[in-house]
C-alpha cells in the first residue's frame, strides 16, 4: 500500500503561481499530478516517471512544470501564470511500485491522494 500525502494548494489571482508537492510512502516509479473542476471528468495535468520522463497536457505546457525528488519519493507541481480555468481539485497519483511502464490514464493508477484545492481568481 502506498500512501500519497499533498501539499500546497491555495487561492491566487491570474497570473499567480503556486507549487504543489507530493509525497510517497514508498518509492513508484510512476506518479502524477490529476484535477478535477466541478461539473467536469478528472483529467491529467502531469506525470513524472523515476527515470526522468515527464508528461505535461497540452492546456498547461509552457506554464506548469512537474518534477520529482527521488531520495524523498516526492513530485512537484510548479504551476506559473495560473488561470481561472486552472481551478480545480489536484490529485496526485501513483501506480503500483512494480510497474514501470508509465501511462497517463486514470484507470493506470492504483493510488491517490486526498487532493488538495487550487482556486485562481480572475
Known amino acids: 500500500q502506498v500512501q500519497l500525502v499533498e501539499s500546497g494548494g491555495g487561492s491566487v489571482q491570474a497570473g499567480g503561481s503556486l507549487r504543489l508537492s507530493c509525497e510517497a510512502s514508498a518509492l513508484t516509479y510512476c506518479m502524477g499530478w490529476f484535477r478535477q473542476a466541478p461539473g467536469k471528468e478528472r483529467e491529467v495535468v502531469a506525470r513524472a516517471d523515476y527515470g526522468g520522463g515527464t508528461y505535461l497536457t497540452d492546456s498547461v505546457k509552457g506554464r506548469f512544470t512537474v518534477s520529482r525528488d527521488n531520495a524523498k519519493n516526492t513530485v512537484y507541481l510548479q504551476m506559473n501564470s495560473l488561470k481561472p480555468e486552472d481551478t480545480a481539485m489536484y490529485y496526485c497519483?501513483?501506480?503500483?511500485?512494480?510497474?514501470?511502464?508509465?501511462?497517463?490514464?486514470?484507470?493506470?493508477?492504483?493510488?491517490w491522494g486526498q487532493g488538495t484545492q487550487v482556486t485562481v481568481s480572475s
Open positions: 497519483a501513483a501506480r503500483p511500485p512494480g510497474a514501470t511502464v508509465c501511462r497517463v490514464g486514470q484507470q493506470d493508477y492504483n493510488y
